[in-house]
């Protein structure tokens, strides 16, 4: 557009043919081109509008414009200059909107996080979920397992799937922090717990569970948490509304205790359920879900709705 680019160009104009090239151009508008010219007259300076500038084309600045073009101001020589910085442009643009869509993809919630104490089966259902095979390694886990894959479920299905990624968190107490560093990413939570092995740890179980309900990020994004009581096909595991109860029961008296120590001491953590009210799951900011389960005999049906309800296929 005028004003935006200058064209420069030598050799002598004579005043009839400035005159016819300028009435080409709008009258009263700012000059498209500005010629470099050794020779011109009056009689084209008095051409209204347009600029004329008198430089010799023997001097280095002369040959200089001569052979350049300005683009966004800078002055580009013509020729193999030019193209070569026009595709540094587009390298350098390119390589920013990669930047910027790798950044959108580290930032987007995509992730879910099995969580849960040692033993409870996390790292046989990620195997599960992944292969349609178990884990049977004895030894607790010490590195989260990290990947990001189609449900094995849904290998069979036509049309594009989106990978689901996956992070089975390590049990151990130790090891729980871990935690933190992964709820950025975090769309659901699936929470295991042992059926079989209930009782001797229900403690731990809601201590665990309270932690995670009560952890900010967690009420502030509302990241949705399902319950999955494992081990079901055994006959003498507990009932899924029997673990409920428990955990409810459990969770309430933690909250008397923690609601007695000063918000000075804990700073992580938000005040779980209704004041003066017995805690229910339902008394969550988040949605709080609780299921059964069996990774052994690939009961997992509605562990992979929940997936597919937080990552839309």
Same mark, same amino acid.
Request: charged share 25%; proline share 4%; aromatic share 8%.
């Given at each position: #557009?005028?004003?935006? &680019?200058?064209?420069? !160009? #030598? #050799? /002598? &104009?004579?005043?009839?043919?400035?005159?016819?090239?300028?009435?080409?151009?709008?009258?009263?508008?700012?000059?498209?081109?500005? %010629?470099?010219?050794?020779?011109?007259?009056?009689?084209?300076?008095?051409?209204?509008?347009?600029?004329?500038?008198?430089?010799?084309?023997?001097?280095?600045? +002369?040959?200089?414009?001569?052979?350049?073009?300005?683009?966004?101001?800078?002055?580009?020589?013509?020729?193999?200059?030019?193209?070569?910085?026009?595709?540094?442009?587009?390298?350098?643009?390119?390589?920013?909107?990669?930047?910027?869509?790798?950044?959108?993809?580290?930032?987007?919630?995509?992730?879910?996080?099995?969580? +849960?104490?040692?033993? /409870? #089966?996390?790292? !046989?259902?990620?195997? @599960?979920?992944?292969?349609? /095979?178990?884990?049977? +390694?004895?030894?607790?886990?010490?590195?989260?397992?990290?990947?990001?894959?189609?449900?094995?479920?849904?290998?069979?299905? *036509? +049309?594009?799937? @989106?990978?689901?990624?996956?992070?089975? $968190?390590?049990?151990?107490?130790?090891?729980?922090?871990?935690?933190?560093?992964?709820?950025?990413?975090?769309?659901?939570?699936? %929470?295991?717990?042992?059926?079989?092995?209930?009782?001797?740890?229900?403690?731990?179980?809601?201590?665990?569970?309270?932690?995670?309900?009560?952890?900010?990020?967690?009420?502030?994004?509302?990241?949705?948490?399902? $319950?999955?009581?494992?081990?079901?096909?055994?006959?003498?595991?507990?009932?899924?509304?029997?673990?409920?109860?428990?955990?409810?029961?459990?969770?309430?008296?933690?909250?008397?205790?923690?609601?007695?120590?000063?918000?000075?001491?804990?700073?992580?953590?938000?005040?779980?359920?209704?004041?003066?009210?017995? %805690?229910?799951?339902?008394?969550?900011?988040? *949605?709080?879900?609780?299921?059964?389960?069996?990774?052994?005999?690939?009961?997992? !049906?509605? $562990?992979?709705? %929940? $997936?597919?309800?937080?990552?839309?296929?």
């Amino acid at each position: #557009g005028p004003g935006l &680019l200058e064209v420069y !160009a #030598g #050799g /002598s &104009l004579s005043p009839s043919f400035s005159h016819s090239l300028y009435i080409h151009l709008h009258e009263g508008e700012k000059p498209a081109f500005c %010629f470099i010219c050794p020779h011109y007259t009056k009689q084209a300076e008095r051409v209204r509008g347009v600029k004329f500038v008198h430089s010799s084309l023997s001097t280095r600045e +002369g040959r200089s414009k001569m052979e350049s073009v300005k683009l966004f101001g800078i002055a580009i020589p013509f020729g193999i200059e030019l193209y070569t910085a026009l595709a540094i442009v587009l390298v350098s643009l390119l390589l920013l909107l990669t930047a910027l869509l790798a950044t959108v993809r580290r930032k987007r919630a995509d992730t879910i996080l099995l969580i +849960g104490l040692s033993g /409870s #089966g996390k790292t !046989a259902l990620f195997y @599960r979920l992944r292969d349609d /095979s178990t884990h049977q +390694g004895t030894v607790t886990s010490m590195e989260p397992n990290d990947d990001c894959f189609v449900l094995h479920s849904e290998l069979s299905k *036509k +049309g594009k799937l @989106r990978p689901v990624h996956m992070i089975d $968190i390590p049990g151990h107490p130790s090891l729980r922090p871990k935690l933190n560093d992964y709820l950025p990413q975090a769309c659901g939570i699936v %929470f295991l717990v042992d059926a079989l092995d209930f009782m001797p740890n229900v403690r731990a179980i809601a201590e665990y569970l309270y932690d995670v309900l009560s952890t900010v990020q967690v009420v502030k994004k509302k990241i949705p948490v399902l $319950i999955a009581c494992n081990k079901m096909d055994k006959v003498t595991a507990h009932s899924m509304d029997f673990i409920r109860k428990q955990l409810e029961k459990e969770i309430d008296k933690l909250r008397a205790t923690r609601n007695a120590i000063s918000a000075a001491d804990v700073t992580s953590e938000v005040k779980l359920g209704i004041e003066g009210e017995a %805690f229910k799951f339902m008394h969550c900011v988040n *949605k709080v879900t609780i299921t059964e389960v069996s990774v052994l005999t690939a009961r997992i !049906a509605d $562990i992979e709705q %929940f $997936i597919r309800e937080q990552v839309h296929p």
